[in-house]
């Protein structure tokens, strides 16, 4: 029988591919005591760094995994519990732990991405979870389904939810008939269509929730609920980072553009960099970025304002920014009358990254009210 009394902090599993991880360093010692949330050690992959967070409450009573040391996926790392517990049974915990069995098919379906072939082209796409609820993540300029992998299983835990690469971006068509917001509207229309989701809760970030406002406008039966993570489509001004982030050509460009997205310079990884440059060599991205950027955010101006068209029928509305944004300002948070909004501090453009425990949190909150 399992003693739930002892809590196990195991190596995560972030986004669809990741099968081992680094432990960079503890955030806590011994003894500690630990609420949910709590950041209890660093870990690293090959894609991004991250804080593994409590989800119980109790004490650190054992860290196991040891510093720059690479671990698979759910080997023991450390153990959590009440200080009732005796340290004899933290040890036979500790050394009789075997890593949970994979669920059948994981190791095939699990790392498996799906593709739907619709009216906009051919779309890679992710699909957690089973719950009643459905949510529909969408992705900003130049980013792709994998920036979800600190939120798709959270929100997973009580909703079905997809994340899609939008044209031009990730794995997906790189084919664009028109340019602009209207043509990503009708992409997502038809991904939504192509796969019978009727009514969805829509998260979008930056230019995905410029696309999730439209999608509001133009098809209000299916939209159930928006969150606005930096969302473009509220103000007018943007920073440069689209523009740099277009013209950029080598790693040496590259890094301190992408830099611009965090709080934490520190994330900004070499393999993110390499695998964002990858990704901008592929054949027909450079003129769909080009297309988007000049349609979308010419002359460093928002040119469409969705937000506008939304006045007196904003479905419930969450709107979340981190307050160091160098790409759309902060005080873009407050233009939409009727949302409810919240700045978190110690973050930047990818808040939903740098605080992701924070920002499931809200959102899952939102979905449920």
Same mark, same amino acid.
């Given at each position: 029988?399992?003693d ?9 599993k972030?986004?669809l591919?990741m099968?081992e991880?680094k432990?960079? $360093?503890w ?30 409450? $109790? ?5 196991? $995994?040891?510093p720059?040391?690479?671990?698979p996926?759910?080997t023991l790392l =450390?153990?959590?519990a009440d200080?009732s517990v005796p340290?004899?049974?933290i040890?036979?915990?500790v050394?009789s732990?075997v ?5 059948e098919?994981e190791?095939?379906? $699990?790392q498996?991405?799906e593709?739907?072939d619709?009216?906009?082209g051919?779309?890679r796409?992710?699909?957690?979870g089973? =719950?009643a ?6 992705h900003?300029?130049g980013?792709?389904?994998d920036n979800?992998?600190?939120n798709i299983?959270?929100?997973a835990e009580?909703?079905t939810?997809y994340?899609?690469d939008l ?6 068509v790189?084919?664009?008939e028109?340019?602009g ?5 009708a992409?997502?229309n038809?991904?939504?269509d192509?796969?019978?989701?009727g009514?969805a809760?829509?998260?979008g ?7 999730a406002?439209?999608m509001?406008a133009?098809?209000p039966?299916k ?12 103000g007018?001004?943007?920073g440069?980072?689209?523009?740099d982030?277009v ?5 040496k460009d ?5 830099e ?6 520190s994330l ?8 964002v440059?990858?990704y901008k060599?592929?054949d027909?991205?450079?003129?769909i ?10 002359g460093r101006?928002?040119?469409?304002a969705p937000a506008a068209?939304?006045? =007196?029928?904003l479905?419930?509305t969450l709107?979340i920014?981190g307050?160091?944004d160098l790409?759309?300002p902060?005080?873009?948070a407050s233009l939409?009358p =009727? ?5 978190i ?5 990818m808040?939903?990254m740098e605080?992701?425990s924070?920002?499931?949190n809200l ?6 009210g």
């Open positions: 029988m399992t739930t009394r002892i809590v196990p902090i195991v190596m995560p972030w986004g591919s099968k991880g432990v960079t $360093g955030l806590l010692e011994d003894g500690s005591k630990i609420n949910p949330g709590d950041a209890i050690l660093e870990v690293e992959t090959d894609k991004i760094a991250g804080a593994v967070e409590a989800h119980e409450a $109790g004490v650190l009573r054992r860290r196991v $995994g040891q720059d040391t690479v671990y996926v759910k =450390g153990v959590i200080p340290d004899s049974e040890d036979a915990f050394s732990y890593a949970p069995a994979a669920e098919d190791e095939d379906q $699990g498996k991405y593709f739907a619709t009216a906009a051919s779309l796409y992710a699909k957690r089973t =719950g609820e459905t949510v529909v993540l969408i900003g300029f980013g792709d389904l979800w992998l600190f299983d959270a929100l009580k909703a939810v994340a899609l044209p031009g971006h990730g794995q997906s790189k084919k664009l028109k340019s917001l209207a043509a990503m509207v992409a997502l038809a991904f939504m192509k796969l019978s989701i009514k809760h829509l998260v970030h930056s230019m995905g929730g410029a696309i406002l439209q509001a133009d098809h039966d939209v159930k609920s928006l969150t606005l993570i930096c969302s473009a489509g509220l007018g001004e943007i440069s980072y689209v523009d982030y013209a950029a050509q080598g790693r590259l890094k301190p553009v992408l611009q997205l965090f709080a934490d310079k900004v990884s070499r393999q993110l960099v390499d695998d440059l990858k060599r592929l027909g991205v450079e003129g970025l080009k297309s988007l950027s000049a349609s979308l955010f010419a101006k928002q040119q469409d068209k939304l006045a =007196g029928k479905p419930p709107i920014w307050k160091e790409i759309i902060a005080s873009h939409l =009727g949302a409810r909004v919240h700045v501090e110690g973050a930047g453009h808040v939903f605080k992701a924070d920002v499931n959102i899952k909150a939102h979905i449920a």
